[in-house]
C-alpha cells in the first residue's frame, strides 16, 4: 500500500480555480494508477479523474471534462488535480486513491485513500 496526503482545497468563488496535490509516500508510486474521487454531503462517492501510471491515459467524469485536468510527477511521488471553472456543485471532500489497476472509475478498485481535502465554491 501507498500512504496518501491531500493538500490544497479551500474556499473558492464560482468560476475560480484550485490545484490539489496529492503526495504519496514509498518507493513504489510509479506502479499505480491515481484517481481523484469526491464526497459531498449526503451523497456517495463520485469519480472524478484517473491517470495510468504512465500518464498515457486520463480518463474524466462529464461532470468535470473541460474543466479539471488530471496530471502527476513520478519523480516526486505526487499527482495533481487542476481544477478550473469552478462550480458550486463541486462543493465537496476531496480524495485521492492508489490502484494496480491499469486504470479504474470504480471506487472499489483503489486500495489507497489519503483522508481527503475541502473544497468549497460560494455562488
Known amino acids: 500500500q501507498v500512504q496518501l496526503v491531500e493538500t490544497g482545497g479551500g474556499l473558492v468563488q464560482a468560476g475560480g480555480s484550485l490545484r490539489l496535490s496529492c503526495a504519496a509516500s514509498g518507493r513504489t508510486f510509479s506502479s499505480y494508477a491515481m484517481g481523484w474521487f469526491r464526497q459531498a454531503p449526503g451523497k456517495e462517492h463520485e469519480f472524478v479523474a484517473v491517470?495510468?501510471?504512465?500518464?498515457?491515459?486520463?480518463l474524466y467524469a462529464d461532470s468535470v471534462k473541460g474543466r479539471f485536468t488530471i496530471s502527476r510527477d513520478n519523480a516526486i511521488n505526487t499527482v495533481y488535480l487542476q481544477m478550473n471553472g469552478l462550480k458550486p456543485e463541486d462543493t465537496a471532500l476531496y480524495y485521492c486513491?492508489?490502484?494496480?489497476?491499469?486504470?479504474?472509475?470504480?471506487?472499489?478498485?483503489?486500495?489507497?485513500w489519503g483522508q481527503g481535502t475541502q473544497v468549497t465554491v460560494s455562488s
Open positions: 486513491a492508489a490502484t494496480i489497476s491499469y486504470t479504474s472509475t470504480r471506487r472499489a478498485d483503489f486500495g489507497s
Open positions: 491517470i495510468s501510471r504512465d500518464r498515457s491515459t486520463t
